[in-house]
Structures are given as structure tokens and as C-alpha cells.
């Protein structure tokens, strides 16, 4: 299908807010049969242990779900704490903004078939 | 400077822990610590209160600053009066976890802060004291 969700986290989340938003992208993921999710944490102005294994549960779920997941945007102060704490996300893809995001999911979902709407942007 | 408590605050449920970051990083700002330094003092509050929730049946995070007039600190205080930790040293270990969680809390914080002190007693409860000079 070939349909893209775009989640853009903008406040500071308390721990069930974050498990919440996992259960319902993955359910969304599921019925809307996406193939790519493109996560915006550029607003986040720190990531926890929770909300990174939050983040990473929802890359490892929606791979399962044949989905790819892009996290796009997070502050240089908030990658730099992130490594130092102890998580690097591994089996995260990343990328510096919405519009790179969005072209890595495009070359990750294509399938070999009829290449969709997209003759858009490359970065 | 000497010694001074700037805040104390509850920490009993998840929004607690949310009101935590808020008020560490009010303070890292006051004190003008650079972003960077803000971060990772608000991460390791982020990680320690949530310990304090969790594991510790809730209790207290005290804000104070320490030094003298060219050095100055933040330190954060987290104080419950849970079960305490039967083994300090595992708990510190990185992935090691009673929770399901990544068990960095403790490790994490001590590397995001300059000094890491932890005194748990069993059946009585644990402190957890960091501080991040500028």
C-alpha cells in the first residue's frame, strides 16, 4: 500500500503516555498496513532509558509488522546524553530531519513491483 | 557559596517524575549550565526519580547547590524509604534490571554526573546523591 504514518512527539511524556503511544502506533501500524513510520522527536528535549526503549520497541514491533521505522530529529545535546548513558538504539534507523526521514523510507519500502506517487524531493 | 537547599519536591507516581526533569532543569538554567550539561543533568533526574518511584515505594528529590564562589555545583538528592538494594554493586552494573527495564537508571546517571554517591540499607531504604560541577 505503501502508506507512511507520521508521529511528531511535541511534550514532555510521563512514563504511561510513552507505553501508550507504542500500543497505539503498533495498532495503527497493523490497520492501516503501513509500511514505514516516521518518528519526529525534534521538539524532545531529553530521551530516558524509558522513552528509549519505547522508541526501540516500536522500531523491533513495527519490523515485525513488516514496517520500517525512521526517528528523525533529535538534538545533538540529546544524542550526545543518550550515548553516554548507555543506549546507542541499536536496530534504531535515524536520520537528521523529516524530509531525509522520508526519502530513507521511501528506498527502504521499495518494492520491486510499480514505484508509487513519489517522484518528490531527494536530499 | 555555601551549601544551599534550593527545592524539595514529592515524588509518589509517573508525573512525578515528569515535574522532576521540569524543576532540574529550572535550576541547570538558573545556573547557566551549558545545554549539553542540562541535558544530562535532567536525564540522570529523569532515571533516578523514576527509581525512586518505582523501586522505592516514592519519596523525596531535594535541589541544592554546593561550592564556593569559582566552582559551583548542582546536586540532587533522591531519598526513599523502600527496601533498599540487596546488592549495590550489581544494581549499578549496566542491564542489570529487576523491572523489565534496560537497567541503566543507576549506571547511566552516574556516568552523565561528575559524582555518584548511593547508601542503601536494607528494609530501611536508599540515597542517592549526584552532582554535576560546572
Known amino acids: 500500500m505503501g502508506v507512511f504514518l507520521i508521529v511528531t512527539i511535541q511534550v514532555d511524556m510521563h512514563d504511561q503516555l510513552a507505553m501508550k503511544l507504542q500500543d497505539d502506533l503498533t495498532s495503527a501500524i497493523a490497520k492501516s498496513e503501513s509500511r514505514g513510520v516516521l518518528i519526529d522527536i525534534s521538539s524532545l528535549e531529553i530521551v530516558d532509558s524509558f522513552i528509549g526503549r519505547m522508541l526501540a520497541n516500536i522500531a523491533a514491533m513495527s519490523r515485525v509488522l513488516d514496517a520500517h521505522t525512521v526517528l528523525v530529529g533529535m538534538q545533538p545535546a540529546v544524542a550526545i546524553t543518550l550515548v553516554e548513558l548507555g543506549m546507542s538504539l541499536p536496530g534504531v534507523r535515524t536520520a537528521l530531519n523529516v524530509e531525509s526521514g522520508m526519502a530513507l523510507l521511501h528506498s527502504l519500502s521499495d518494492h520491486p513491483k510499480e514505484s508509487e506517487e513519489d517522484a518528490s524531493s531527494d536530499t | ?134
Open chain 2, 1 to 134: 557559596m555555601p551549601p544551599r537547599t534550593l527545592e524539595t519536591l514529592t515524588l509518589a507516581s509517573v508525573s512525578d517524575i515528569v515535574i522532576a526533569r521540569q524543576r532540574a532543569r529550572h535550576w541547570a538554567i538558573e545556573m547557566k549550565f551549558s545545554l549539553v550539561e542540562q541535558t544530562k543533568i535532567v536525564t540522570a533526574a529523569s532515571e533516578l526519580a523514576r527509581n525512586t518511584v518505582e523501586h522505592g515505594g516514592g519519596g523525596t528529590m531535594v535541589i541544592s547547590t554546593d561550592g564556593n564562589r569559582i566552582r559551583q555545583a548542582l546536586k540532587l538528592t533522591f531519598e526513599d524509604k523502600g527496601l533498599g538494594i540487596a546488592d549495590v554493586e550489581q544494581a549499578m552494573r549496566d542491564g542489570f534490571t529487576t523491572s523489565g527495564g534496560m537497567g541503566l537508571g543507576l549506571g547511566g546517571s552516574k556516568r552523565l554526573m561528575n559524582q555518584f554517591e548511593i547508601d542503601s540499607r536494607l528494609g530501611q531504604g536508599t540515597r542517592v546523591t549526584v552532582t554535576r560541577w560546572k
